[in-house]
């Protein structure tokens, strides 16, 4: 068995169909369909369904897709790993994140751009804690700062600090979470960041009450100038993102304080080199 030919299904297997994969993989269709077909006599086992147009897997064909694809992800993860070796300070590290880029962050990837010149930094964002560590658990991120990260196979969670959070209520509203008991409580989906969520249900339970249910948090500005600002929810915000001129919208620090903690998450097994250079900057007392 070769990794061109776990490529070759793996392609056909994503676009249902020969001629595409070859087009996608830069290569003519006869020599896809030999080497797949050569796989499927190696493996004894028909993985594609071929009696119509289009390339369907087999039953068969699933259940071998998975461990297809983690194959070629340790693949992808060993030549990653050989690459670093070899460039020293140069090559690509992917860093994803769930928190805002607030300045202690930004001063830790200040630090590596100056130990590393050569270093590239792609950084991509999302509001979904979860999504983060899926995509660094798929090997597709090398790094990803996430707030209050859940249990992830094949990752793990470095914590670096706890930030603290600042209610966002209504100009007017007494500023205290009991008395924000009968008005509803944006935040983030549960799926998507479960640890934010079940720790500020916990906080509304200590004070009294079980928070109602308000608008899915998404983009922070529109939420405060729209929904909080005409009183029809709360919030809560990291102090370091505290927008300033927010004259509908108080900002309060809750009584007892609500933290919640920032983490940088790595691969559980031979982090990057970069990566581990990362984690050093943001865990330095000022960022880096």
């Known amino acids: 068995m070769e990794i061109r030919q776990l ?18 993989l830069h290569i003519v269709q006869p020599a896809v369909s030999k080497q797949v077909a050569r796989l499927e006599r190696e493996l004894g086992l028909t993985l594609f369904d071929r009696s119509h147009r289009r390339a369907r897997l087999t039953p068969d064909g699933h259940a071998f897709l998975t461990h297809a694809r983690r194959a070629l992800r340790a693949v992808d993860r060993a030549v990653a790993a050989a690459a670093d070796i070899a460039a020293g300070d140069t090559g690509l590290l992917r860093i994803g994140s769930s928190l805002v880029f607030t300045p202690r962050v930004e001063a830790a990837l200040a630090a590596v751009r100056t130990a590393h010149p050569g270093i590239t930094l792609r950084l991509t964002s999302s509001a979904s804690t979860t999504d983060q560590l ?33 209610l966002a209520v209504p100009a007017g509203t007494t500023g205290t979470l009991a ?40 983009r922070v500005q529109d939420l405060l100038a729209g929904p909080v600002a005409s009183g029809e929810c709360w919030t809560v915000l990291p102090a370091g993102l505290a927008p300033p001129d927010l004259t509908a919208v108080a900002l309060v620090e809750p009584d007892p304080p609500i933290h919640v903690p920032a983490a940088l998450a790595l691969p559980d097994s031979a982090p990057r080199a970069a990566a581990l250079s990362l984690l050093a900057a943001a865990q330095a007392p000022n960022g880096g």
Request: glycine fraction near 6%; hydrophobic fraction near 50%; include cysteine.
């Open 134 to 166: 899926a995509a660094l658990a798929a090997n597709d991120l090398d790094a990803a700062f996430v707030a209050a990260p859940p249990d992830t196979p094949g990752v793990r969670a470095h914590h670096l600090w706890d930030e603290p959070l600042l």
């Open 7 to 24: 490529r070759y299904f793996v392609t056909v297997a994503d676009h249902e169909h020969f001629g595409r994969a070859a087009e996608a």
């Open 179 to 218: 008395a924000l008991a009968d008005l509803p409580l944006a935040r983030p989906a549960r799926a998507a960041n479960p640890g934010v969520h079940d720790l500020l249900t916990a906080a509304c339970r200590a004070a009294g009450f079980t928070p109602r249910t308000g608008p899915v948090l998404t």
